[in-house]
């Protein structure tokens, strides 16, 4: 039986690096990628999800546009690591045209999908929320009728990448994090940000996997070029804790998509800080039962990192 994933992105590199995974991997059917603000524009993100589509001859799963912007608040963006476009800024001129991005919008399609496929989707948000908090605004039920929610986000230690205490999908939209934590009561599986930076893979993999004799590898080595760059300035060691391929989205990804990768970890109620000074878009784990809640959510801690190289390697072969 296959798995059916909905991937909602801001398709920067890292983005790209976990469709690639997902596009691959064997019983897994991608029923539709929703495209939201973050990275980059929205334009770009719908642009870039076509491109690696596009690499990886998958042109026929659909893309959905999503909000251009946060429930509140201004838009931010990480166009110094990924390149102001998202995909490093390097020139395409056989991108795909933005006229293959669907009529429906994200949120509606994403509503659509579950309530036709209800039980059977796992739905893998490596992006901010915005979609995901205005779809269970529109329907309350969607949240119950998903099989599970994997989400790359928020921190656990308050170690910040965008701000002094926030990771930047949470930070890029607090209320929409608030709101995906404490409204959804699915399965819910989040990758956060120390965990990913605990979790590097070596530059020597990095070499291996991207020296892979395919279009689709030549394709990464083009993207990533940038990234890779600002990754060994002392700036980005400082922030991921040493040196080292921190491919953020892939790790929530590879647990949505093999059940036995994820090898610990904690389980907690969890929220969101949305009014302090320097911890605005902070998760907050609840580790006393304080928060009242019932619902906790599963906070990887180890992964098997031999096997997620392995679904990377495939993903560029």
Same mark, same amino acid.
């Given at each position: 039986m296959s798995k059916k994933l909905l991937i909602d992105v801001d398709c920067g590199v890292d983005d790209a690096q976990a469709i690639m995974i997902a596009l691959v991997a064997p019983n897994v059917e991608v029923l539709g990628i929703t495209c939201v603000h973050g990275n980059t524009n929205v334009e770009n993100?719908?642009?870039?999800?076509?491109?690696?589509?596009?690499?990886?001859?998958?042109l026929e799963i659909p893309v959905f546009k999503g909000a251009d912007k946060p429930i509140l608040g201004k838009r931010i963006d990480a166009g110094h690591f990924h390149g102001m476009d998202g995909l490093g800024d390097v020139p395409d001129p056989d991108a795909p045209g933005l006229d293959l991005i669907q009529k429906e919008g994200a949120v509606s399609a994403m509503i659509r999908l579950v309530n036709e496929?209800? $039980?059977q989707i796992s739905l893998v948000a490596t992006a901010p929320l915005t979609n995901l908090a205005l779809a269970v605004r529109l329907d309350p039920s969607f949240p119950s009728k998903?099989? $599970?929610l994997f989400i790359m986000g928020g921190n656990t230690e308050s170690r910040g990448n965008t701000t002094v205490c926030a990771e930047f999908n949470f930070?890029?939209?607090?209320?929409?994090a608030y709101i995906v934590l404490n409204e959804y009561q699915c399965p819910t599986t989040i990758a956060c940000w120390e965990f990913t930076c605990y979790s590097k893979l070596s530059w020597t993999f990095c070499d291996t996997w991207l020296s892979q004799d395919s279009e689709k590898a030549r394709f990464m080595k083009r993207i990533f070029a940038y990234s890779m760059e600002v990754s060994v300035s002392e700036r980005l060691q400082e922030l991921v804790a040493g040196t080292g391929l921190v491919s953020c989205d892939s790790y929530a990804m590879a647990a949505a998509i093999d059940d036995n990768i994820v090898l610990e970890s904690d389980h907690y109620p969890v929220s969101v800080e949305l009014t302090g000074t320097h911890t605005r878009g902070m998760m907050v784990l609840d580790t006393t039962g304080m928060l009242k809640k019932t619902h906790k959510i599963r906070v990887m801690t180890k992964m098997d990192l031999e096997r997620l190289m392995e679904m990377m390697m495939d993903s560029l072969k």
């Open positions: 993100v719908c642009k870039n999800t076509l491109r690696v589509l596009k690499a990886c001859h998958k496929n209800p $039980g998903l099989k $599970g930070a890029a939209d607090p209320e929409a």
